[in-house]
């Protein structure tokens, strides 16, 4: 009778030892749990950026075409700069940031309902007010999903208000697809905005496009969101260093550049908001 071969297998001796992986594997979540965990700080932040802007535009008689939350009138630019400085300073301090979260959300809807919405009936064929739409939806719809993960209040005014927020995270995704359908529609337009150092400015004007509507499916969709929104919050985040700072330090006197690049970083902490609120969502399960 021939010998029975024997397969001996080689294991490594670390991976019979699950335990000593679970450390790594923990804290690759805690990394990015305290990364997104920043988009409440960085959206709190920017709101106060924008409400400064507000408080120069008003204070130098200056406009930005179309922006809602900076009207042209100086009386209510200064109102709507106070409310952005007072919002976004308490979600910055994490002091009532819930409530004020709420507030701001709605803020927001008021720019869309009576500011954006009539831009865009009087100019349908103009893409860019599409833009501008989207960019105040997405910014509310940042603030309410905050909302989403804070610690609820017992206050009755607050549970009735509250009930509209969890929209936020499906507006914010329908935004996206907004965004990038836009990308794809007037691509040559939006390539002409990356500087001219960075080559291939109608592929990466293609890429973001796909980037911004693949997020927006995963949102919507609750699928890999938690990641979608990580990367999304990564890629705008490169965007206000890499193609808005330039900017603004070209023009630092056109308001315009500075509203643009407190969007695209407002809409990193957004990003970063969906994500938090993914990960929550998953927690509870």
Not at 11 to 19: A, M, N, S, T
Not at 75 to 83: D, R, S
Not at 124 to 135: K, M, N, P, R, T
Request: proline share 5%; aromatic share 12%.
């Amino acid at each position: 009778m021939p010998e029975t071969s024997q397969l001996v297998i080689a294991v490594d001796p670390i991976l019979c030892q699950p335990e000593r992986l679970q450390p790594n594997l923990l804290s690759g979540a805690d990394r990015l749990g305290k990364i997104i965990a920043q988009g409440q700080t960085v959206f709190g932040v920017v709101m106060v950026a924008l409400g400064v802007v507000n408080f120069f535009c008003a204070h130098f008689g200056l406009t930005i075409a179309g922006v809602p939350w900076i009207p042209a009138n100086p009386l209510f630019c200064y109102l709507c700069g106070a409310v952005l400085v007072a919002g976004g300073t308490s979600i910055a301090a994490n002091f009532h940031s819930r409530s004020m979260a709420m507030l701001l959300g709605y803020f927001f809807l008021g720019c869309v309902l009576f500011r954006a919405l009539p831009l865009v009936f009087a100019n349908l064929s103009d893409w860019s007010v599409y833009g501008i739409l989207c960019e105040a939806l997405a910014l509310g719809a940042s603030a309410w999903t905050l909302v989403q993960v804070l610690p609820p209040a017992s206050s009755r005014w607050e549970s009735v208000l509250r009930k509209a927020t969890v929209s936020g995270p499906y507006v914010f995704a329908v935004c996206l697809v907004a965004f990038g359908s836009i990308h794809f529609l007037v691509a040559r337009v939006i390539a002409g905005l990356i500087p001219r150092w960075i080559p291939g400015s109608l592929f990466f004007t293609y890429l973001t496009g796909t980037a911004l509507v693949v997020s927006g499916i995963c949102i919507a969709v609750r699928r890999l969101d938690e990641w979608a929104g990580f990367w999304l919050g990564v890629m705008f985040l490169l965007w206000f260093v890499l193609l808005h700072v330039s900017r603004v330090a070209a023009d630092p006197h056109n308001p315009d550049e500075w509203s643009s690049a407190c969007i695209a970083l407002a809409m990193c902490g957004g990003s970063w908001i969906m994500a938090r609120h993914a990960k929550a969502r998953k927690a509870v399960r």
